[in-house]
């Protein structure tokens, strides 16, 4: 048991801080702000055009898109929390950032599949310019896939230097008078 709770505790303690903050934060929208109303400080009216807090259902993914399917993403979400909890265990400890990424993705799967269980809908209420609005839980998994791609990137980029470090320049058959 105690090789389990080892093995899962930073998974499951970066998961639930972002679970708690994005069911924390979708509590407040809904219990403040109507259905499809807008909120922004007086003193920050200005941002208006660029950011604001509104209050938004979602059927569909993240950032909606695919409306209307949000039983088939109720399903892919149990699907892929299965897989990362399953996988997560067999990545190294020294790869932080795939173990950071798929914490993030963890955390932001669960907290939209308690909205699409609770609600039938994810409530998203983050909206900034003319991008499509999204929650906590949406920017976990978007932030997530950056440090997976940015990580395996530096991976990548450490390796190729190992190797030409650790290469020996082949022999040209030249001779070189000094």
């Not at 903050?21 to 922004?40: E, M, S, Y």
């Not at 609770?118 to 003319?130: A, E, M, N, Y």
């Not at 997530?144 to 030409?164: I, N, Q």
Request: net charge neutral; charged share 15%.
């Amino acid at each position: 048991m105690k090789s389990v709770i080892r093995r899962y505790w930073p998974i499951a303690t970066i998961a639930a801080v972002i679970v708690a903050l994005d069911q924390w934060t979708k509590w407040l929208v809904r219990a403040n702000i109507p259905q499809g109303g807008t909120w922004l400080p007086d003193s920050l009216e200005w941002l208006s055009p660029y950011a604001r807090i509104v209050h938004w259902y979602n059927t569909g993914a993240a950032f909606g898109m695919f409306q209307n399917a949000s039983m088939v993403f109720t399903v892919l979400a149990f699907i892929v929390i299965a897989a990362i909890i399953y996988y997560y265990p067999h990545v190294e400890n020294t790869d932080w950032s795939l173990r950071l990424a798929m914490s993030m993705q963890l955390g932001g799967a669960i907290g939209n599949l308690i909205d699409r269980l609770r609600l039938g809908h994810v409530t998203d209420f983050i909206s900034i310019g003319s991008f499509p609005v999204f929650n906590v839980a949406d920017a976990s998994i978007s932030v997530g896939a950056v440090v997976l791609l940015l990580g395996v990137w530096l991976m990548e980029r450490s390796e190729k230097k190992e190797k030409a470090g650790s290469v020996t320049p082949e022999p040209t058959g030249e001779t070189t008078i000094e």
